[in-house]
């Protein structure tokens, strides 16, 4: 049995601003075929900015499907540029700060059984001023709070975007503020 799947046929279904929904023929590697709703992403930059060693840069945004206000870091889609100059791009649109230093903590699969979609995570350090320049659908507070409260919302679930959640813990232990415990633990 093969370990990987086939794509047999493709449809495009429909063709959004910054994605495209498709209908997928696939062969399994168990041999079965499905047939799969899949939306093909050109993957995105997340970036936990630090104004200082002990606090960070959030945004209360705006977000119809998730019914409302959500806390996250600032982020956004590729727009054909590599991901530490989207994550640089992002960063200021959202916040009116530029990153002096980037750091790459790795990257993440946002929703795997639909969607390719991959974000390339970052932190931001010796921010610097530059331009706010939001977006007509974005609404945006910019919230500083202190990366310890920030790891406390998502423990309480006060701070469920995905990515975010994702972005704040590879930056923590990237600053060994989360450590692994030890598998006897």
Not at 129 to 147: M, W
Request: glycine share 8%; hydrophobic share 40%.
């Amino acid at each position: 049995m093969s370990r990987e799947g086939r794509t047999e046929e493709r449809r495009l279904v429909r063709r959004g601003r910054g994605f495209e929904i498709y209908v997928e023929r696939v062969r399994l590697p168990n041999g079965h075929t499905v047939e799969l709703d899949i939306v093909r992403h050109p993957g995105a930059a997340a970036v936990v900015p630090f104004r200082s060693a002990d606090e960070v840069l959030l945004i209360r945004q705006y977000r119809h499907a998730a019914g409302g206000t959500i806390l996250e870091v600032p982020a956004g889609k590729l727009d054909g540029e590599a991901p530490e100059v989207c994550a640089a791009r992002e960063l200021e649109e959202e916040t009116g700060y530029r990153p002096g230093r980037l750091e790459r903590l790795g990257s993440i699969l946002t929703t795997p059984g639909f969607t390719d979609e991959r974000i390339h995570l970052f932190a931001a350090f010796d921010l610097e001023s530059g331009t706010r320049a939001l977006e007509e659908a974005e609404v945006i507070e910019v919230v500083p709070v202190r990366l310890a409260e920030a790891l406390r919302m998502i423990w309480s679930g006060e701070l469920v975007d995905a990515k975010s959640v994702a972005a704040l813990l590879h930056a923590a232990h990237h600053l060994g503020r989360l450590v692994e415990r030890d598998a006897e633990d």
